[in-house]
């Protein structure tokens, strides 16, 4: 049964309302009516009336929810205790989109903040598109990681007006210019890097000739520990796939460094502003004498715009990198705002014992 056939059957008279509707939603954004018809042939009505939990921390995620019309709160749990409200979305919005890239667990509680109207979009349904390398569906998808790309970076906001008791001193100042300007490209005399590729999680599900397609522009970096990659605010003119070692992502907070997160082999660093067309926004720095796979920014969009088979797992590897900064952020974020509670109750508990 086509798409068209599908909407008549299911919404009959209405079919002109539901689509002009669904086509005013974000994950529509860029698609045409048909594209947008053939997305809503697979999704399913659903409303929540207000103060309904429509999805529960912790359980299995199963596919995206788009509002037509209606109010939400996303809360996450916080260890000491306690919901803090981390996203609030109202008509057009999506949510659940993560579920649409990767199989996982909901990491945050919804709720009806009115009553809501909307339609689900099944998980399965969607990555069948995908395998076909349907051209709505790989659309859609990037809006998606656009769209988790801009939430990741409000995340990182949210981090750096926490106080983290592991800061450290800031003992070198970022450099100003490309710390990797001067350093060579090309082999790597210690290490032969293409053998190891297809052991990388990156790269798990691909065949050899596909790794070969990847990495065809890429060049081969070999950097000594305490090598800069880049810093905060400079250009995102490529982006670097660790495949031995490790690297240390952090930021600069007045005269602190607050460590991101330390990635080893197989992870993808550089890339967020790539994507965004923004300068980085972190620093990055090898932790170990590291070995590293060179993306030009130009090489790596083409990857992530295209549609070849071995394209189309680029931007599953690229996806699922960004899901897991996204669960380190709001992982960080939990506990340093428990540690700051926490904090004050004790300051709060001594106060009054010293009355």
Known sequence: MNAS?????????????????FCATGICCGLDKADAAQLLAMAQPVSFT???????HGEPSRGAYVIRKGRIEARVTLP??????????ADGSMFGEMSLLENGQSIASVFAVSHVDGWFIERNLFRALIAGRNPAALA??????SGLVARLAILNGDLQKQIAPEDRPVTEPAP????????????????DCRRFLSLLPFFTGFTSDEIDCVIASAKILDVPRGQWLFAAGQPADACYLVVRGAVEANIYIEDCVRRLAVLGPGSLVGYMG????LP????????EHTTLLEFSAAHF???????????????HAIQCNLLQSLSRAYSQLSRLITQARLSEALQARALRAGI
Do not use: W
């Open 176 to 191: 100003a210019y490309d710390p990797l300007a001067e350093l060579p490209r090309g082999g790597s005399n210690q290490f």
């Open 280 to 287: 980085h926004n972190a620093n990055t720095v090898a932790r």
């Open 301 to 315: 969009m083409r990857l992530y715009n295209g549609t070849s088979g071995a394209e189309v797992k680029t931007q």
């Open 50 to 56: 207000s103060g309904s939990r429509m999805v529960r």
């Open 5 to 21: 056939k599908h909407l008549d059957d299911c919404l009959g008279d209405g079919i002109d309302d539901a689509l002009k509707a």
């Open 80 to 89: 000491g205790g306690g919901e803090k409200t981390v996203v609030e979305l």
């Open 140 to 145: 859609i998808q990037r809006t998606i990681t």
């Open 274 to 277: 790539i994507l965004a067309g």
